[in-house]
């Protein structure tokens, strides 16, 4: 265990180390918070001696158990994108025993948290990483990530009611930031959405499409900052690569680098060219036209 050091020549403290809660999260126990409640609780023991406050630095030397469990060095953060599907609650132990997402992933993971939530019936991207601290960064509304949805609603949409949507809005007290929503398509009583907005709090969508009149019968999330669910597979789980990580992460060393969290437009659909008509004197010759040449070179 370190302290902080007082240098004699200046009076300042030079800290050593880092937060032991943090130590535990890097290592990928458990979140930070996670750690500081288990300190509370008695289950952290550091050189053989319980603590009681996480307010300790750790090192490298530094003997750490969590619940019986040592806590090794940390491992180079890893980051995995899965398709999560409805009826998965996103924790680790549901105390009303319904199926969990950390329940079906692949024995060959090694322990991962969530970057975030989605609730029992909302399926898509879910981000899942080895680094606690990670996830905990990454997922606070300062970090700036964008979290983009489809969302299915029963009702009629009138697309000028989505407008008002991007200077926030109040429900119940609870305050919700901007959100950017435009209507894909109308098919009778029901509606399909796109939203897009920064904070996520729980259940948002849901809230505030309940609080417009439009049920959510289907919600599905389609993009993270710059990760995509793309073509994966419902109850996939796929790596992204460390290359991407570290593009899009930066370095532990130089703190984590927010994402790209410009909104990205979806590409129109390929227009098809209209068929040109046959005519006589049309013979395919592979070259261009000699007129066409000489505009070219004048």
Not at 23 to 38: F, K, N, Q, T
Not at 73 to 93: D, N, Q, S
């Amino acid at each position: 265990m370190t302290e902080d050091v007082e240098d004699e020549s200046t009076g300042a403290k030079e800290a050593s180390g880092e937060r032991i809660a943090k130590r535990i999260a890097r290592a990928g126990i458990c979140s930070r918070r996670d750690a500081e409640r288990l300190i509370q609780l008695g289950k952290v023991t550091l050189n053989g001696k319980v603590l009681d406050t996480p307010a300790v630095l750790v090192t490298d030397a530094d003997r750490i158990v969590v619940d019986g469990q040592l806590v090794g060095e940390p491992e180079r953060t890893r980051v995995w994108r899965y398709h999560k599907p409805a009826g998965l609650v996103t924790t680790h132990r549901d105390p009303q025993g319904r199926p969990t997402v950390f329940e079906k992933l692949p024995d060959s993971l090694p322990r991962v948290m969530s970057v975030g939530r989605l609730d029992l019936s909302s399926e898509g991207l879910l981000l899942l990483t080895n680094d606690g601290e990670l996830a905990r960064k990454l997922e606070l509304p300062a970090a700036g990530w964008v979290r983009r949805y489809r969302v299915r609603v029963h009702g009629e949409v009138p697309p000028e009611t989505l407008v008002g949507l991007e200077k926030g809005i109040t429900i119940e007290g609870v305050k919700y930031g901007p959100i950017k929503a435009q209507l894909d398509r109308q098919q009778g009583s029901n509606a399909w959405l796109t939203l897009s907005l920064k904070e996520g709090k729980n259940r948002e969508v849901r809230r505030v499409m309940d609080h417009l009149g439009w049920p959510v019968s289907r919600l599905i999330r389609v993009a993270y900052g710059p990760f995509q669910l793309g073509s994966l597979e419902e109850g996939a789980v796929e790596e992204v690569p460390a290359k991407v990580v570290k593009e899009q992460l930066g370095d532990r060393e130089s703190g984590w680098a927010k994402a790209d969290t410009t909104e990205r437009a979806r590409p129109p659909a390929p227009k098809k060219k209209p068929a040109r008509p046959e005519r006589p004197t049309d013979k395919p010759t592979g070259k261009a036209a000699p007129h066409a040449d000489r505009r070219r070179r004048s």
